[in-house]
């Protein structure tokens, strides 16, 4: 297991810098996953730990020690990418044992690691047959295996998931949370699909444009958004941001699943605003609207309300603690809280 600490770390192709003067600790035996859109700086934070893209100032270290300058092979750590990397000639066994075999491991202990991750990741079948003719899941858990055996401090998990079809990624999410609580080692995950981020992560570094947005747990991230781009990356559908329309700019936001909607107005609501249903979708135990305010802005509401017909007219509402607000910077001041905010929006405040 390893710590990972950013020191004011900083990243350029060229005169294009990428990152500059980040900080960020990693915690040890935790699994931490970095998760943004494209180009956000997920990757490159990956490969610096990695040093195969070594950070251009800045430090990082890795249990205290200065790994910034160190060469890959000599960090205690090990990569799964997203396109597995194995050897189409080779076997199950052969795949697992080849980074054994540069290291110079006995053939003893070779046999023993072998055994034991192949049947950790449950290949043990498997072990004389040619990728070729295994599944994407195999391919995918002989990638770890291989990884595993080195015993490494630090396992570096680049999108590993995303070739899978939607099933089998999330059976192997499970898979993957499954063994990072049976090794206890510390993983760092980069992945930009945000279900993926919320079911596995101990710890989510959300990132943007080369700066880090957030970090917490899913539970803090999803309820309590730092930024207007945190509440509208994190969830599905996005939080609902809307214009508060006073000369502050002030935003208030409210999830999909906090929205209700009824044909007669509630009391004791923190807004309320008349709407029309648009479009009407049914995902099994839930179902997900469109709903157009009186005003012309469209929110989407989500919930397990059966009843609820396209073109329906609606009060659309929401409690007071369920509504967040945002300044006119984007960041988060709070919800349900300022009153004097909350009676703005035409209802009653906590």
């Not at 249990?63 to 000639?89: C, L, S, W």
């Not at 469109?290 to 929401?318: C, F, H, P, Y």
Request: net charge neutral; glycine share 8%; aromatic share 6%.
């Amino acid at each position: 297991m390893a710590q990972i600490v950013f020191d004011k770390v900083g990243k350029s192709f060229g005169s294009t810098k990428v990152i500059e003067n980040l900080d960020l600790t990693i915690e040890d035996g935790k699994f931490t996953v970095l998760v943004g859109s494209s180009g956000c700086g997920k990757t490159t934070l990956l490969r610096m730990i990695a040093g195969i893209g070594p950070a251009t100032s800045g430090h990082i270290y890795m249990d205290g020690k200065d790994i910034t300058h160190q060469p890959p092979e000599k960090r205690d750590i090990a990569m799964v990418f997203q396109n597995y990397a194995i050897y189409p000639t080779m076997s199950v066994r052969e795949n697992i044992e080849f980074g054994l075999k540069n290291k110079k491991v006995p053939k003893e202990e070779r046999e023993r690691r072998i055994r034991e991750y192949a049947e950790i990741v449950g290949m043990t079948p498997y072990l004389d047959r040619k990728p070729s003719d295994l599944s994407g899941g195999q391919r995918q858990r002989i990638a770890l295996a291989r990884a595993m055996v080195k015993k490494p401090s630090v396992f570096l998990m680049d999108e590993p998931l995303s070739n899978l079809d939607a099933k089998l990624r999330a059976a192997m999410r499970v898979e993957l949370i499954e063994l990072q609580r049976r090794l206890g080692t510390t993983f760092v995950y980069v992945t930009h699909d945000q279900i993926e981020a919320m079911s596995m992560a101990d710890t989510i570094v959300l990132m943007e444009k080369g700066e880090i947005q957030q970090i917490g747990t899913p539970g803090e991230i999803y309820h309590e958004p730092a930024n207007v781009f945190a509440a509208q990356f994190i969830g599905t559908p996005p939080m609902n941001i809307l214009e508060l329309g006073d000369p502050q700019s002030h935003k208030y936001g409210v999830r999909p699943e906090s929205v209700i909607l009824n044909s007669e107005r509630l009391p004791d609501m923190a807004f309320y605003r008349r709407g029309r249903i648009i479009t009407r979708e049914m995902l099994g135990a839930e179902t997900q609207f469109k709903v157009r305010l009186s005003d012309g802005v469209t929110i989407m509401v989500k919930n397990d309300r059966e009843d609820l017909m396209e073109n329906q007219d609606v009060w659309v509402m929401a409690e007071p603690r369920r509504v967040h607000f945002f300044g006119s910077d984007g960041k988060h001041i709070g919800h349900g809280k300022p009153s004097e905010l909350m009676d703005k929006l035409g209802g009653t405040s906590e």
